[in-house]
């Protein structure tokens, strides 16, 4: 027998059955809850953005709430944490160019985490006096870095955020105002009236007993008429008792 005669398949003997495929049911929708939760991060980050003192915390705070610093110097932002954390992330918002931009993460080793096109050499991040407390470096400032800068921590798959430290740099710091003391003020000279002298007779003087003499005098002469009238009145009750 020839070779292609065995290799060739043997016929069937009935027809082929189509190949059914297992009914699958279909894979169930996928939760909202996740959708949610991210919804109100992405509301929760705007409104920490926008609204000033929304993101404020018990968990954490920053100081200070401002820094004017010049170019080409350095600057330091506190952030104070009330108990342990896996680590703090720094960002900054920049209002102009509304971009918010990952800038570091450190975990409590000390071991920073970069993001894209941030330089370790321009931003460090270094554990504080305290022992929750992480400090942020930022060196050669320059006028790009304005912006305002959020400690942020994560709890419970949420970002907490602090108050922000708003960093605003300048060429040039403005002079201190200098303070100017008011012109000493005068005091009001008292106008002094003089007053005629006093009457050397003082008391004895005639202006002074004559009325009172004479006010002395008519209280005697009513008590004198009201005594005789309660005598008389007296005498006729008497007089009308013995004649009854």
């Not at 009330?82 to 509304?98: A, C, F, I, L, M």
Request: glycine share 6%; proline share 9%; aromatic share 10%.
């Amino acid at each position: 027998m020839d070779l292609r005669e065995k290799l060739r398949p043997a016929p069937s003997s009935g027809p082929r059955r189509p190949l059914v495929m297992p009914n699958r049911s279909p894979a169930p929708p996928a939760s909202p809850a996740p959708r949610a939760a991210m919804a109100w991060q992405w509301l929760r980050l705007y409104l920490c953005l926008q609204v000033p003192g929304f993101c404020t915390s018990l968990l954490l705070s920053q100081t200070p709430g401002h820094i004017l610093a010049q170019t080409n110097n350095r600057t330091e932002i506190t952030c104070h944490m009330k108990k342990d954390q896996s680590g703090v992330y720094w960002y900054r918002w920049n209002q102009e160019r509304q971009l918010f931009q990952f800038l570091v993460f450190s975990n409590p080793l000390g071991k920073n985490t970069y993001g894209t096109n941030i330089s370790g050499e321009k931003f460090g991040v270094y554990r504080g006096s305290s022992r929750n407390s992480y400090n942020l470096h930022i060196h050669r400032l320059q006028a790009s870095d304005n912006g305002t800068y959020y400690c942020t921590i994560s709890q419970s798959s949420e970002l907490i955020f602090g108050n922000g430290t708003r960093l605003s740099v300048v060429d040039v710091l403005p002079l201190p105002s200098k303070s100017t003391r008011a012109p000493p003020s005068k005091k009001p000279t008292r106008c002094i009236t003089k007053s005629k002298p006093v009457d050397k007779k003082g008391c004895c003087s005639p202006f002074v007993w004559i009325p009172l003499a004479a006010c002395a005098l008519t209280l005697l002469l009513c008590l004198a008429a009201a005594i005789y009238r309660f005598h008389r009145l007296r005498r006729r009750l008497w007089l009308r008792v013995h004649r009854q």
